[in-house]
């Protein structure tokens, strides 16, 4: 007995919505930050956890939150100190741009992407489809 083409084809595409909704669960779980006051100075005392979770330089990303906040920062082993009061969310609110320019791959979205660097540029080269691309992350 064989089924209509218009019945196999929504039951395919029915298939194929469920199986991307499943795909598009983000799997790269960031913690909180844990942010402390001290006098005007700012401690991300679980720091360290991000570099190691988005596979990228402690120095490199220190520089770039720094940046985005205008302030200085400095490493003091598993935790970074920032000058000024800084609140939890604009931490993770910067974290979460720097994966969108700096982690995330441009073309599939994987996260599982590494940098190369090639003269004087920077690349960011995915792992899952092995797109190379510039890094907006300095």
Not at 22 to 40: D, F, I, M, T
Not at 73 to 84: N, Q
Not at 92 to 109: A, E
Request: charged share 30%.
């Amino acid at each position: 007995m064989t089924r209509p083409y218009q019945e196999l084809l929504s039951r395919a595409r029915s298939i194929l919505e469920k199986e991307s909704k499943k795909a598009n669960v983000n799997r790269l779980e960031l913690p909180e930050p844990g942010v402390l006051w001290v006098g005007n100075k700012t401690i991300f005392r679980n720091y360290a956890e991000f570099p190691k979770l988005l596979r990228r330089d402690p120095n490199r990303l220190l520089m770039y939150m720094a940046k985005e906040l205008a302030t200085a920062a400095s490493l003091d082993g598993e935790r970074a100190i920032f000058i000024g009061r800084k609140d939890k969310e604009s931490f993770s609110q910067l974290i979460q741009r720097y994966m969108k320019d700096g982690v995330i791959c441009p073309v599939c979205g994987s996260p599982d992407t590494h940098l190369e660097k090639v003269k004087r540029l920077l690349f960011m080269v995915c792992e899952a489809c092995g797109a190379r691309s510039v890094s907006k992350v300095v």
